[in-house]
């Protein structure tokens, strides 16, 4: 009986080797592609020693391997809007944006190039069907569990694909894959932004921006320093504000609180609880319903508002032109614009999200 072939996007960390090994037991004739979204040597994500890694465990396991080059998409997709979302104020997530614009593009492509039927991904997610329906489902793991990532993701991209890490802990994984000789059984997660590598956050980021010097003010409009551009700041960031030591009644650490664009200035409050640090609701734009758009509103979901954060139960309501209200339950702490908010039923399943584009907005409490 001929099997059905399925394509895995394979990086040459662990988890995406584990999944080929799955795929195959349960039957799947798997084709790798790896792909290229970075030319430079300081990123975490080395082309070629990943590439080298992929090599080795699809020789292992008797799997065909393609290499796609998408640098020049990425840097047209994904790169140009991390750094417009920059310059307008925003803190951007730039593999969201990677995982909708141009990776499940990818698989898709090569599965029809190669008549394959199913795409699959690493990532630690769930989903299952029904008749008509694909529903994207956070993974066993919770710890691990990336369905924020994907939250961006439609029906067309769901439909077809298989996550073969949704049931099974990240411990196990390692297991399988020192059971099955994988040279990277032990390779270190990658963390943070990939393409930024060991350098500083800021001194990557200034080799492709110009950004003016601005003033660093308390919120009465106190001057207590300047800063090199407002970019390198980031809504709750404590560090490198090089206020230095102030004599003042608090005595705390300063934080920083809002950004005010249009005139270069980043303000600041004193203390890790200051109630300028704290949100009871923000706006949101464009969201994408991974089914369909609930009928009624007001409505509520458990949301996450950063990857690591804990699931916060709030009231969405719906405003004009697919604009968004979203109150929670208690205030929440340093919610950031340019960040992704995600939906989640009671049950998991991730219902969608969209981009945080405004927080501390009091004049719309008597409105709701």
Request: charged share 30%.
């Amino acid at each position: 009986m001929k099997k059905e072939k399925i394509v895995l996007g394979i990086s040459g960390g662990v988890d995406s080797s584990v999944a080929a090994v799955l795929l195959q037991k349960n039957g799947y004739d798997v084709y790798g592609v790896f792909m290229k979204n970075w030319d430079d040597k300081h990123a975490i994500c080395s082309a070629e020693d990943d590439y080298a890694d992929a090599i080795s465990v699809c020789k292992k396991l008797n799997i065909p391997l393609k290499k796609i080059d998408y640098t020049n998409q990425y840097k047209d997709k994904v790169f140009k809007q991390f750094l417009d979302d920059h310059v307008h104020g925003l803190t951007p997530n730039p593999d969201i944006l990677c995982n909708k614009e141009i990776k499940f593009e990818v698989f898709q492509n090569y599965a029809k190039e190669i008549g394959a039927t199913k795409i699959a991904t690493g990532h630690y997610a769930d989903k299952y069907d029904d008749s008509s329906t694909s529903y994207l489902k956070k993974a066993i793991d919770l710890s691990k569990d990336q369905s924020y990532f994907l939250h961006q993701l439609g029906q067309s991209e769901l439909k077809d694909t298989i996550f073969p890490l949704g049931k099974i802990l990240k411990k196990d994984v390692r297991i399988i894959a020192k059971k099955y000789s994988l040279i990277n059984h032990n390779k270190k997660d990658s963390t943070g932004i990939c393409f930024i590598g060991e350098r500083k956050y800021n001194d990557f980021v200034g080799q492709y921006l110009t950004v003016d010097k601005g003033n660093i003010k308390s919120l009465d409009g106190e001057i207590l320093g300047t800063h090199s551009g407002h970019i390198y700041f980031t809504i709750g960031q404590r560090k490198g504000l090089g206020i230095g030591a102030r004599l003042t009644s608090e005595d705390k650490p300063w934080y920083v609180v809002k950004k005010d664009i249009d005139n270069n200035i980043v303000f600041v409050a004193q203390g890790e609880n200051h109630p300028a640090l704290f949100s009871e609701q923000i706006i949101v734009d464009h969201i994408n319903w991974i089914n369909l758009k609930p009928k009624t509103f007001p409505k509520k979901y458990y949301a996450k508002v950063r990857y690591r954060d804990k699931d916060k139960l709030c009231t969405i309501f719906s405003l004009d032109n697919d604009t968004y209200l979203i109150k929670f339950k208690s205030k929440q702490k340093a919610i950031t614009p340019g960040q992704s908010i995600v939906l989640y039923n009671e049950d998991g399943i991730c219902a969608g999200g969209g981009i945080i584009t405004r927080r501390d907005i009091p004049y719309l409490k008597e409105n709701i």
